[in-house]
């Protein structure tokens, strides 16, 4: 789907230069709809895991049996309610099923995520800034880097 609408949207920008100079509104228009477009397909977030924190059982706060910064990262598309997690050398899919505001401290947001091997429950920071992935034998706490828009 993306090599397709490189294409279109390479095709889009050929002809939106082209335009003589005559046709100004047709160039606003063919930017304006450029960017209702671009806005439809920038719902996807990709967190950069910048240190990663795991709790194994019995939990202790704040402590790490692992840790470390490997190259980690976490796709989050709220509209098509998918959660992608690359943690070291393992690839995670979830599809959400809930979220709400996390109501011990209102400035998380809670996932509830799940896949074939059941559900598991993640928290994101307000700021984008920290989340938290917690399975019931492990608690994995990631730092993240800005949060971009694909």
Same mark, same amino acid.
């Given at each position: 789907?993306?090599?397709? +609408?490189?294409?279109?949207?390479?095709?889009?920008?050929?002809?939106?230069? #082209?335009? *003589? *100079?005559?046709?100004?509104?047709?160039?606003?228009?063919?930017? +304006?709809?450029?960017? #209702?477009?671009?806005?439809? &397909?920038?719902?996807?977030?990709?967190?950069?895991?910048?240190?990663?924190?795991?709790?194994?059982?019995?939990?202790?706060?704040?402590?790490?049996?692992?840790?470390?910064?490997? &190259?980690?990262?976490?796709?989050?598309?709220?509209?098509?309610?998918?959660?992608?997690?690359?943690?070291?050398?393992?690839?995670?899919? &979830?599809?959400?099923?809930?979220? +709400?505001?996390?109501?011990?401290?209102?400035?998380? #947001?809670?996932?509830?995520?799940?896949?074939?091997?059941?559900?598991?429950? +993640?928290?994101?920071?307000?700021?984008?800034?920290?989340?938290?992935?917690?399975?019931?034998?492990?608690?994995?706490?990631?730092?993240?880097?800005?949060?971009?828009?694909?």
């Amino acid at each position: 789907m993306f090599f397709g +609408m490189y294409f279109v949207l390479k095709e889009l920008l050929f002809q939106f230069w #082209t335009i *003589k *100079k005559e046709s100004r509104s047709m160039k606003k228009m063919i930017l +304006m709809a450029l960017l #209702t477009a671009g806005s439809m &397909y920038s719902q996807e977030h990709v967190f950069n895991v910048q240190r990663y924190c795991v709790d194994e059982m019995p939990f202790k706060n704040g402590e790490c049996d692992i840790s470390g910064n490997e &190259y980690s990262f976490v796709f989050l598309d709220t509209q098509k309610k998918d959660v992608i997690f690359f943690f070291t050398d393992m690839k995670l899919v &979830y599809k959400i099923v809930n979220s +709400m505001v996390y109501s011990p401290d209102s400035d998380y #947001t809670l996932y509830t995520l799940e896949n074939i091997k059941g559900q598991v429950e +993640m928290k994101v920071n307000k700021k984008n800034t920290k989340m938290e992935f917690l399975y019931p034998n492990n608690h994995i706490y990631l730092t993240v880097g800005k949060s971009t828009k694909l």
